[in-house]
């Protein structure tokens, strides 16, 4: 996970860096209505171009995993499973963000601005972790494909709610002294 973490963080830098080429998502595209069979990285890949996402490849064939910087900055390890030995046909897809331990706050007080988190938005859950870790996921299946279009929503909801927690959650538990 540690050398998941030091990948994002170059990534941000260079996605920072490329921030003034991002395409706007077209909910309209005709592409969008496509059925994606399967996950795998290549149709995974296609959608984060679409909605302006920068991304780097990581795990092995049989467990792709891609590194992501979402337009709003948020990162996200998407993890592909269920997959066929090669990784092109994958059931299912997890989006998960991690922060580091919030120093300011009990791990109570934590667990419990969680918990009003997850009670007030249910897209994603949030949790931690047994070190105290904040973190975020969601998990889609694609047992039966998966609409394109709707694969680019969840991703950028997904971004959307990350940068919620960060800011309405996480943000004023670290501002606490």
């Known amino acids: 996970m540690k050398t998941a973490i030091a990948a994002l963080s170059a990534l941000v830098v260079t996605a920072t860096a490329a921030q003034a080429a991002v395409p706007r998502w077209n909910p309209r ?3 969008n209505n496509q059925v994606i069979p399967a996950f ?7 959608v984060l171009n679409s909605i302006g996402a920068r991304h780097r490849r990581s795990g092995t064939a049989a467990k792709p995993t891609l590194l992501v910087v979402f337009p709003n900055n948020r990162t996200a390890v998407l993890t592909l499973g269920a997959c066929n030995s090669a990784g092109t046909a994958c059931k299912s ?5 991690n922060w580091t331990k919030i120093a300011n706050s009990t791990p109570a007080r934590t667990a419990t ?18 070190d105290g870790q904040p973190g975020m996921q969601r998990y889609l299946t694609a047992d039966y494909g998966f ?22 959650v996480l943000g004023p538990l670290e501002a606490r002294r």
């Open 113 to 130: 601005a969680i918990q009003r988190f997850n009670q007030r938005y249910s897209f994603a859950k949030a949790y931690m972790t047994s």
């Open 29 to 31: 595209a005709p592409e």
């Open 147 to 168: 609409i394109r279009g709707n694969l680019a929503v969840n991703l950028l909801v997904f971004s959307t709610q990350v940068d919620r927690f960060a800011k309405d």
């Open 93 to 97: 897809l997890s989006m998960q963000s």
């Open 40 to 46: 795998n990285v290549a149709a995974v890949e296609s």
